[in-house]
């Protein structure tokens, strides 16, 4: 029965992970086959660029609608969704639109580096609800949280790594919609999003293996003296 169980998790974490990643492609790749498709057309670059955003929300907008909940990582692309959609029509030029991402990505950047000092840190809220008790990773976070100072140190770092490079990120879309083509900043932009990711996610998974977050002898569990709300 144990096993069964066990079996059970693992198939669960499987399934919830396989259905993020595709929820992370379509985000991605929804938005420029509207865009690239309406070009095709002949459509104005700057009405392609309002459609594609527009299109970007739809995602989100069937999750939550079916799920009618938000966890934090939800909670965070549906503002992202609404910023992009309330900041387009604003836009006073193509390059503006081009570079609105950039200003919710900055926003991104600042939000997760503050969390790093104030409250539970982003890295932490987002990572929870996919890895708490799947993948080796230890259940119970509340409680680490409250008794170990290096599992609350280990996530604040890494809240500031993703900082560091969502504002890197913001950087770079701002060049690259001031100085490349239009039609080639959103497939430029989307590009530089997954490789910047995939970095991340590498950097500060090998920090957590420093860290000790898979051995259950490491200093990352001992108990402290002192808790923390």
Do not use: H, K
């Amino acid at each position: 029965m144990i096993s069964d169980s066990v079996t059970a998790q693992q198939v669960s974490s499987r399934g919830r992970a396989v259905v993020l990643f595709g929820r992370v492609v379509i985000g991605l790749l929804l938005p420029l086959v509207a865009y690239y498709g309406l070009r095709e057309l002949d459509v104005d670059v700057y009405l392609a660029l309002l459609a594609s955003t527009l299109v970007s929300a739809v995602p989100t907008a069937v999750s939550l609608v079916r799920r009618r909940r938000l966890n934090p990582l939800s909670a965070y692309f549906t503002a992202m969704m609404l910023g992009s959609v309330v900041v387009s029509p604003v836009a006073g030029s193509t390059q503006f639109l081009l570079a609105r991402e950039a200003v919710l990505t900055a926003v991104t950047g600042g939000w997760f580096l503050a969390s790093a000092v104030v409250g539970r840190p982003l890295s932490y809220l987002f990572s929870r609800p996919m890895l708490e008790g799947r993948f080796r990773w230890p259940a119970r976070w509340d409680s680490l949280w409250a008794r170990s100072p290096r599992w609350r140190r280990m996530w604040r770092v890494s809240s500031v790594l993703f900082g560091i490079g969502a504002l890197l990120d913001a950087a770079l879309r701002v060049v690259f919609a001031y100085t490349l083509p239009a039609d080639v900043v959103p497939a430029t932009a989307t590009t530089m999003f997954a490789i910047t990711s995939v970095v991340l996610i590498v950097v500060t998974n090998a920090y957590y293996l420093r860290c000790g977050v898979f051995d259950r002898r490491s200093a990352l569990y001992r108990r402290s003296m002192t808790a923390v709300s």
